[in-house]
């Protein structure tokens, strides 16, 4: 294949992503529906369809498992033993809270605030948790996203 050929197979298919990525956002696509629509669906009769559901949760189940492991390693690096387990929500502000009491609240929220990626990273997951929950409600999965670490070993 000579470089012009090269050339023109590389810029068909620049040209066919930015469609992809322009029709996205023309069509206001939620992160839930590209999420299914990678997995395979269409977005026109996903709302109904019980299995492109599921593939969507277990993306949202695996990005919460990897951001609790990446909070636990956090908080563990900032010297928290937790002896208690913890669930960890939005605060509303782009932030990490500690959902209810909890005898090491200060010292985990100041830990989670000093870090602006992680709770960027999180404050996006608790956008597309919601996202997805519009998308395809239940009554068995609360509406909000709510992380839980478990306590130190």
Not at 76 to 105: K, M, T
Not at 117 to 135: K, N, P, V
Not at 138 to 152: E, F, N, Q, V, Y
Request: net charge negative; glycine share 12%; no cysteine.
């Amino acid at each position: 294949m000579g470089p012009a050929a090269i050339g023109s197979a590389i810029g068909a298919a620049a040209v066919t992503a930015g469609r992809g990525a322009a029709s996205a956002v023309g069509d206001g696509l939620s992160f839930a529906a590209e999420l299914l629509r990678a997995a395979g669906g269409s977005t026109a009769s996903t709302k109904d369809s019980s299995g492109q559901s599921d593939a969507a949760r277990q993306q949202m189940k695996v990005r919460t498992d990897e951001l609790a492991g990446r909070i636990r390693r956090h908080l563990a690096s900032a010297g928290i033993d937790l002896f208690e387990p913890v669930e960890l929500v939005s605060n509303g502000q782009g932030g990490i809270a500690v959902a209810g009491p909890h005898p090491q609240q200060a010292a985990i929220e100041a830990a989670l605030g000093s870090d602006v990626l992680l709770e960027r990273d999180f404050h996006l997951l608790a956008t597309d948790y919601r996202d997805l929950m519009e998308q395809f409600p239940t009554a068995d999965i609360p509406p909000t996203l709510t992380i839980s670490i478990p306590k130190s070993n």
